[in-house]
């Protein structure tokens, strides 16, 4: 079931373009010239239910202002955008009771509140059933953690801490959708396993529809099966995670320990990245050569005592496709 339809959405920001210095900012009070930045500029996309999707992108691609726009808080400029056949703009009270939003930059807890109080307060908002909310509520203290946290202000809670109540907050209301904006940044090892298992769980269980923002390629790894990659407002790549990568990096790498230190390399199977006196690093096409036929090759050239072959990974694509 198509979920979420985004259909040539473009979003432009119109900036004040500020002119520097003292008399710069003198004019500036009288007349100040506008500038428009295209922070979206034609995206289109459909997302079914249950689909963990990672919507990733170099900074300022569009991101942020693509889930603020599908959670009704921006509008876009043209272009529409259906959320469970509502549009976040025109129905944002029917779309938000099923959407659940984390922005990891930004909190939307409550700085004063205990996180308890804040979870009960949430409770008011959503109008939820006390049955209903007592259920969720235990559920997700026991996923993310929680119980050592729900006497805790806010405001004295850790980063990592203060992500678990985010999410937990995100989800009480039980929503089918979830729009996570950098849910692990700053976070540690173990709070970032924790957010992954938290999420990972949400799909299996309720079959919760995840769109993740992350430059933390491992999250990407770990949790999505589906890539859609922006660059500068516009898709570059939509499909399969596998796919991507293997499309993409078309390169692996070979690292060599070799008897005798060497200053080049002849063979031109490889492209050499790196000698550091027995050690080389280089890279080969597996599109073109075997691993077998270039470590063949090589060891005619020299005496290798240890070899590795490094497949390609989802950092390798990602860089390749920001590049192009
Ligand atoms: N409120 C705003 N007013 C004006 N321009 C904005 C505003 N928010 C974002 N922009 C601009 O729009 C573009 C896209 O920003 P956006 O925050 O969507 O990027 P992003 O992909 O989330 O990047 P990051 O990975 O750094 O979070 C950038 O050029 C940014 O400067
Ligand atoms: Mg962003």
Same mark, same amino acid.
């Given at each position: 079931m198509e979920q979420i339809v985004l259909d040539h959405v473009v979003k432009e920001y119109i900036v004040a373009k500020k002119k520097k210095g003292m008399l710069g900012a003198l004019v500036n009070l009288f007349h100040s010239e506008k500038i428009r930045v295209e922070a979206v500029k034609d995206i289109s996309c459909t997302i079914e239910k249950g689909e963990i999707v990672g919507y990733i992108g170099p900074n300022g691609a569009g991101k942020s202002t693509t889930i603020k726009m599908m959670s009704g808080i921006m509008h876009p400029t043209s272009g529409s955008i259906l959320v469970n056949g509502l549009s976040p703009q025109k129905n944002r009270k029917e779309v938000v009771k099923n959407l659940g939003v984390v922005f990891g930059q930004r909190t939307?807890?409550?700085? =004063? *509140?205990?996180l308890g109080e804040t979870f009960e307060l949430l409770k008011r908002i959503y109008r939820l059933p006390e049955e209903q909310y007592q259920r969720t509520l235990e559920e997700l203290r026991n996923v993310l953690g929680l119980d050592q946290f729900m006497d805790i202000p806010v405001r004295q809670l850790s980063l990592g801490q203060r992500m678990r109540g985010e999410l937990a907050a995100a989800m009480l209301h039980e929503p089918g959708i979830l729009f996570l904006d950098e849910?692990?940044?700053? *976070?540690d090892i173990d709070a970032k396993q924790a957010i992954r298992d938290f999420i990972l769980e949400m799909n299996r269980k309720k079959k919760t529809t995840v769109i993740l923002t992350s430059h933390d390629l491992d999250d990407v790894m770990k949790l999505c099966t589906r890539l859609i990659v922006i660059n500068k407002g516009v898709i570059v790549e939509d499909g399969p995670i596998d796919e991507i990568v293997s499309r993409m990096a078309t390169y692996r790498m070979l690292i060599l320990e070799v008897a005798e230190p060497v200053q080049?390399?002849?063979? =031109?199977q490889v492209e050499v990245m790196k000698i550091e006196g027995r050690k080389i690093w280089c890279k080969f096409d597996h599109h073109a050569h075997t691993a077998a036929e270039v470590i063949h090759a090589l060891g005619e050239e020299m005496k290798i005592v240890d070899l590795s072959v490094r497949e390609p990974d989802v950092e390798d694509a990602i860089s390749n496709i920001y590049h192009s």
């Open positions: 939307q807890l409550y700085w =004063d *509140l205990r849910p692990t940044i700053g *976070l080049e390399v002849s063979c =031109d």
